[in-house]
């Protein structure tokens, strides 16, 4: 049973920093994907920053500059550091994977979601 476990989130002051953990357990067969989304009230969910197995990177503009996506591959974990935060930053941040999974002698690549975290900032 794959699963993503996301910490790190909570409370910072704007202009602060914050860091997020995502680790995978699980019978990884290959990392295609490591992303971070995020929710806020009465929004929909948005793309925050992603990771690709060529380890290329991608950034939402409002955090291009502020917050930075990185993977320990060792690890099947995903990071997200955010600088300069933002009270538009606060939301609850998502963790998203896709692995291909071996399951019955065949592969197939599957989504995944963390439970989510709040990062809330504040004043």
């Known amino acids: 049973q794959v699963q993503l476990v996301e910490s790190g989130g909570g409370m910072a002051q704007p202009g602060g920093s914050l860091r997020l953990s995502c680790a995978a357990s699980?019978?990884?067969?290959?990392?295609?994907?490591m992303a971070w989304y995020r929710q806020a009230p009465g929004k929909q969910r948005e793309l925050v920053a992603d990771?690709?197995?060529?380890?290329?990177?991608n950034y939402a503009d409002s955090v291009k500059g502020r917050f930075t996506i990185s993977r320990d591959n060792a690890k099947n974990t995903v990071y997200l550091q955010m600088t300069s935060l933002k009270p538009e930053d606060t939301a609850v941040y998502y963790c998203?994977?896709?692995?291909?999974?071996?399951?019955?002698?065949?592969?197939?690549?599957?989504?995944?979601w963390g439970q989510g975290t709040q990062v809330t900032v504040s004043s």
């Open positions: 699980g019978r990884i067969f290959n990392v295609n994907v």
């Open positions: 998203y994977a896709k692995f291909s999974i071996l399951r019955g002698g065949i592969l197939n690549d599957y989504d995944y």
């Open positions: 990771s690709t197995s060529g380890d290329s990177t």
